[in-house]
């Protein structure tokens, strides 16, 4: 879990959070660095968390370059995104995809390997209409390093998408740009085994963590049960999603929310 300015920020694939590795803080940029493994087909999603800043924020999410809309936290609490919205009660789910295709020759993308997670301070300036549906990009047409990119997996159910969404300004006049920054490298572990990011004793200590994880739990519960989206049915609907700066979602260029 990557942590600065009161918040937190961690990528879970497998049903636990990924090891992160050479951690980096670059306290001028408010950004924090690191590189986790990523292992072909498995899904995973992106989770942050306000330890308490009592400050409404905004968050938006690039994947290799791509801009998606996170969640909006009011002043503390946690969010997360799994995947981009592909309709009114469906979504894509973000996967790590392996790319076999050698001859591919994407645009130049400086962002391409990273998921990288940009929080903004806002206060919130009444409503505005739910943003609209996105066209993920075609893995074929970017530069891939390593064989992994971010892919998008079919679709499935999701919640229902609110009908509006929050017009934002900027808190004060420091926050035109994002309060806090967290850059997550992905590569296989092949890759971050080669070049020395990850040790083979960081490789069998992660292992181990799997099989803990893999097998059932043996405790009992004895407290009451509390009602949940698996039992009801239902799925619980989170707060709405800001709009991502279209023009400021090309690929090439740094984003800076400002």
């Given at each position: 879990?990557?942590t600065?300015?009161?918040?937190?920020?961690w990528?879970?694939?497998?049903?636990?959070s990924l090891?992160?590795?050479?951690?980096?803080?670059?306290?001028?940029?408010?950004?924090v660095s690191c590189?986790?493994?990523?292992?072909a087909g498995?899904q995973?999603?992106v989770h942050?968390?306000?330890?308490?800043?009592?400050?409404?924020?905004c968050?938006?999410?690039?994947?290799?370059?791509?801009?998606v809309?996170?969640r909006?936290?009011?002043?503390?609490?946690?969010?997360?995104r799994?995947g981009?919205?592909?309709g009114?009660t469906?979504?894509r789910?973000?996967?790590?995809?392996?790319h076999r295709?050698?001859?591919s020759?994407g645009?130049c993308?400086?962002?391409?390997?990273?998921?990288?997670?940009?929080?903004?301070?806002?206060?919130?300036d009444?409503?505005k209409?739910a943003?609209?549906?996105?066209t993920?990009?075609?893995?074929?047409?970017?530069?891939?390093?390593s064989?992994?990119?971010v892919?998008?997996?079919?679709e499935?159910p999701?919640?229902e998408?609110s009908?509006?969404?929050?017009?934002?300004?900027p808190?004060?006049?420091?926050?035109?740009?994002?309060?806090?920054?967290?850059?997550?490298?992905?590569r296989?572990?092949e890759?971050?085994?080669?070049?020395?990011?990850?040790s083979?004793?960081?490789?069998t200590?992660?292992?181990a963590?799997?099989?803990?994880k893999?097998?059932?739990?043996?405790?009992?519960?004895?407290?009451a049960?509390?009602?949940?989206?698996q039992?009801?049915?239902?799925?619980i609907t989170?707060?709405?999603?800001?709009?991502?700066n279209t023009?400021k979602?090309e690929?090439?260029?740094?984003?800076?929310?400002?």
């Amino acid at each position: 879990m990557l942590t600065h300015r009161d918040f937190s920020a961690w990528i879970v694939s497998n049903n636990q959070s990924l090891p992160e590795y050479l951690v980096a803080v670059d306290e001028k940029a408010s950004r924090v660095s690191c590189w986790v493994p990523s292992e072909a087909g498995k899904q995973f999603s992106v989770h942050w968390r306000d330890h308490g800043s009592n400050v409404h924020t905004c968050s938006f999410i690039s994947l290799d370059g791509f801009v998606v809309p996170g969640r909006f936290l009011y002043g503390t609490g946690a969010a997360s995104r799994e995947g981009v919205r592909s309709g009114p009660t469906s979504e894509r789910p973000f996967v790590f995809a392996e790319h076999r295709d050698a001859s591919s020759s994407g645009d130049c993308n400086r962002n391409a390997g990273t998921i990288m997670l940009k929080i903004k301070r806002v206060r919130l300036d009444g409503h505005k209409r739910a943003n609209p549906f996105q066209t993920v990009p075609d893995a074929s047409s970017r530069a891939i390093i390593s064989g992994h990119c971010v892919g998008y997996g079919d679709e499935r159910p999701t919640y229902e998408q609110s009908p509006s969404t929050w017009q934002v300004k900027p808190y004060d006049r420091a926050s035109n740009g994002s309060y806090v920054t967290f850059v997550f490298r992905y590569r296989p572990r092949e890759f971050l085994l080669s070049q020395g990011i990850m040790s083979e004793d960081d490789k069998t200590a992660e292992s181990a963590v799997s099989q803990r994880k893999a097998r059932p739990s043996q405790r009992r519960v004895t407290s009451a049960p509390v009602a949940t989206a698996q039992a009801t049915g239902t799925l619980i609907t989170p707060s709405p999603s800001p709009s991502p700066n279209t023009k400021k979602m090309e690929p090439t260029v740094c984003f800076s929310f400002a």
